[in-house]
Structure formats: structure tokens, C-alpha cells
């Protein structure tokens, strides 16, 4: 079975500086996708990026990036220019290429961004 | 355009009680699915649906039945209701292919 885990229960960064949020899961699986969730406290789930698992090209989004290492099984995420509406529950899920709708999700960081 | 609607917002359940969380979409997307938010525990899937009239079960799906009869709906059922269930239910859904799931605004539900 697929895992995905997230080692950093909280992360905190200074506005206008970068900061990096780890995710690493575990699959035999070749084909599949990566996401990071985004969720505020009005509780909405909002995707803020996505990674193919066949593409060797680091996904970007404005000012988030990921560093995908497909054989080190690590999918971490860069928030650059950290913006007071960045704090938030950040989730990394993954799921399978195949005919499933399964998101397995880790269990969240939350990132606290100081003025 | 509303996307993702669930209803209702919040509830609160005598156990033993039975109910239904209503879910749904209007965007055409494929795939729909249902997840409970525990703190410390992220989101598990309950139940997922891959197309009208298929649905299949997720990481915890007891103590839960759903139904796709429409591509529309996807409404999760609490047979009998327990406090173990009282969590935050999230319903997504994503059209096929690698697009990301649209989620809804959550359903806060206590059983006391």
C-alpha cells in the first residue's frame, strides 16, 4: 500500500523569504501523481500545484515550486516570497495513473508566516 | 458556475441516528469521492465513484454507504450513527485525466 509522509508537524518563515516544506511517500508503482493541497482556516481544500510522475520537469505555480525526486521518493515543496496569505495546512497526496480515485493524503504541515 | 456543493455545513447526530450528506457537482467531472479529516490524521477516503453507477470502497469505509446513480450526485449515508464518526466530510471531484480534484466546503458533523 501507498504512504505518504510529512515529517514537519509545523514550519514558520518570515514574510518576503522562502521557505521549504518536505513530503516523502512510498509506492512500487511507476506511474502517478503528486499534489500539495492548500488548506486556510475557512477549511477549503485548495490545490496549489501538481506533478506527473513521468515528467522530469519540477512543476512551478507564481511562486511555488516542487524538487521532485522520483528515485528518492521526495516531493517537497518551496514557497518563495512568502506572503502573509500563505499561512495555511499544507497537505502532500498522491494517487495512482490507474482507473482509481484513491488520494492518499500525509498528515499536513502547518506553515505560520511572520510579518 | 458552483462547483463542489455539500450540504449540510454542520450537524450534530444522537448515536444510533441515521442520515444522509448530500454532495453535489456541476462540472461533469468523472470521478467523485469522500474523505473524513480527523485532527493529526490528514484526509482518508471513505468511498469513490468512478463514473455513474460504479463506486467502489475506500481506507475506511465502514459504518458508510453511497450511491451514484446521477454523475451529478454522490450522497454518503451514516447507517447508524457513532461518536467514533464525528470528523469534518469532505466531498471531491475531478474530471478524468491528471487534473486535480475539486473539493467541497466540508460538513462539520458531531455524534454525541
Known amino acids: 500500500a501507498q504512504t505518504v509522509t510529512q515529517s514537519q508537524p509545523e514550519m514558520s518563515v518570515q514574510e518576503a523569504e522562502t521557505v521549504t516544506l518536505s513530503c516523502t511517500y512510498d509506492?512500487?508503482?511507476?506511474?502517478?501523481?503528486l499534489f500539495w493541497y492548500k488548506q486556510p482556516p475557512s477549511r477549503q481544500m485548495i490545490l496549489v500545484i501538481r506533478?506527473?510522475?513521468?515528467?522530469?520537469q519540477n512543476a512551478t505555480e507564481n511562486r511555488f515550486s516542487v524538487n521532485f525526486q522520483k528515485a528518492a521518493k521526495s516531493f517537497s515543496l518551496k514557497i518563495s516570497d512568502s506572503q502573509l496569505g500563505d499561512a495555511a495546512m499544507y497537505f502532500c497526496?498522491?494517487?495512482?495513473?490507474?482507473?482509481?480515485?484513491?488520494?492518499?493524503f500525509g498528515t499536513g504541515t502547518r506553515l505560520q508566516v511572520f510579518p | 458556475n458552483a462547483g463542489v456543493t455539500q450540504t449540510p455545513k454542520f450537524q450534530v447526530l444522537k448515536t444510533g441516528q441515521s442520515m444522509t450528506l448530500q454532495c453535489a457537482q456541476d462540472?461533469?467531472?468523472?470521478?467523485m469521492s469522500w474523505y473524513r479529516q480527523d485532527p493529526g490524521m490528514g484526509l482518508r477516503l471513505i468511498h469513490y465513484?468512478?463514473?455513474?453507477?460504479?463506486?467502489d470502497q475506500g481506507e475506511v469505509p465502514n459504518g458508510y454507504n453511497v450511491s451514484r446513480s446521477t454523475t451529478e450526485d454522490f450522497p454518503l449515508r451514516l447507517l447508524s450513527a457513532a461518536p467514533s464518526q464525528t470528523s469534518v466530510y469532505f466531498c471531491?471531484?475531478?474530471?478524468?485525466?491528471?487534473?486535480?480534484?475539486?473539493f467541497g466546503s466540508g460538513t462539520r458533523l458531531t455524534v454525541v
Open positions: 471531491a471531484s475531478r474530471p478524468g485525466g491528471v487534473r486535480g480534484y475539486t
Open positions: 509506492t512500487s508503482e511507476s506511474d502517478y501523481y
Open positions: 506533478q506527473e510522475a513521468y515528467k522530469q
Open positions: 497526496a498522491y494517487r495512482s495513473a490507474g482507473n482509481t480515485d484513491k488520494l492518499i
Open positions: 462540472m461533469n467531472h468523472e470521478y
Open positions: 465513484s468512478v463514473g455513474a453507477g460504479i463506486t
